[in-house]
């Protein structure tokens, strides 16, 4: 059975589970009126992933960025449901996520959800193609942010100075 939902706001729904031994967050976002829904995050646990969506209708499956913990099961839930992944070309081109992307995801777009949308805001840093959503005035930011500041920063393709530069852009989204 599917977990309350998180968020229950202005037509906007928001469910947020965790997965797997890292606990990585995933959430469902869908509009209250059409049960239309993107899936975010789809870590770890595809059938944990399936039930949670299991009431709403999932149109795509969304990533915050191509870390492996984000995406893990991204393929098995795509399968079941028959729906796009989409992720930022960057960690594409960034070797991050060598999972085959449907479509990508680019700042500034907005995704349609039923009554409600989306908008992709690009948020470099933890990883060149992180992205946070931001649906009425809730934000999904993945790993740009990190409990007490931003995201990690220890790899080459990282920057902690775009991180910084990405959490002030979170502050204006």
């Not at 239309?36 to 499956?61: M, N, Y």
């Not at 960690?91 to 996520?97: E, F, N, S, T, Y």
């Amino acid at each position: 059975m599917p977990n309350p939902w998180f968020i229950d706001d202005a037509g906007i729904l928001i469910r947020r589970f965790r997965t797997g031994l890292l606990e990585n967050n995933s959430y469902v976002v869908a509009s209250k009126a059409t049960g239309d829904a993107v899936l975010i995050d789809a870590s770890f646990e595809p059938d944990v992933q399936l039930e949670q969506c299991s009431d709403v209708d999932v149109a795509a499956i969304l990533s915050t960025h191509g870390h492996t913990d984000h995406v893990m099961a991204a393929m098995d839930v795509k399968a079941a449901l028959d729906v796009p992944f989409r992720l930022h070309a960057l960690d594409q081109r960034a070797d991050i996520c060598d999972l085959p992307v449907d479509e990508d995801l680019v700042d500034g777009e907005r995704i349609v959800v039923g009554e409600i949308a989306l908008r992709v805001v690009h948020t470099p840093g933890h990883t060149p193609g992180s992205v946070t959503f931001r649906v009425g005035p809730h934000l999904i930011t993945g790993d740009a942010l990190f409990p007490g500041g931003p995201g990690a920063t220890r790899w080459d393709y990282s920057s902690f100075d775009d991180a910084i530069a990405s959490i002030r852009e979170i502050g204006r989204a």
